[in-house]
């Protein structure tokens, strides 16, 4: 499975899907993932899975610092981690499929009224 929240933090412009070739399906789905990403977190989250993957993604910590700063141990920080990673690229992956499918009717209808 990709890993599609490392892909989204890793990525300065685009979102890299290999799916997605094509530059305006890759900003699509980037857009996507933004608007459906905070709705992930806040609600399909507990509040220490969110802290851990902030400060993992948004504060570019280690596990090792992230333990420090919340007083857990780095194995539980890592188990954190792992479990929120596990939900948000399972819903994210719900929301890929749906988007592609959405974006090859497009295509298809738009290919069909341009012949």
């Known amino acids: 499975m990709i890993d599609l929240i490392d892909n989204y933090y890793s990525s300065n412009d685009t979102y890299n899907n290999s799916n997605n070739t094509d ?3 890759q900003k699509i789905s980037k ?16 509040e220490r899975q969110r802290s851990c993957l902030k400060l993992k993604y948004v504060n570019n910590l280690n596990q090792a610092e992230i333990a ?24 994210l992956s719900y929301c890929l499929v749906v988007l592609n499918r959405a974006n090859n009717m497009w295509l298809d209808w738009e290919n069909s009224n341009i012949m």
């Open 31 to 46: 857009n996507a993932i933004s608007s459906v990403l905070p709705l992930i977190l806040k609600n399909d989250l507990t």
């Open 68 to 91: 420090a700063k919340l007083n857990l141990s780095q194995p539980t920080v890592c188990r954190h981690i792992a479990i929120a990673k596990s939900i948000v690229n399972n819903r």
């Open 23 to 25: 530059i305006d399906s």
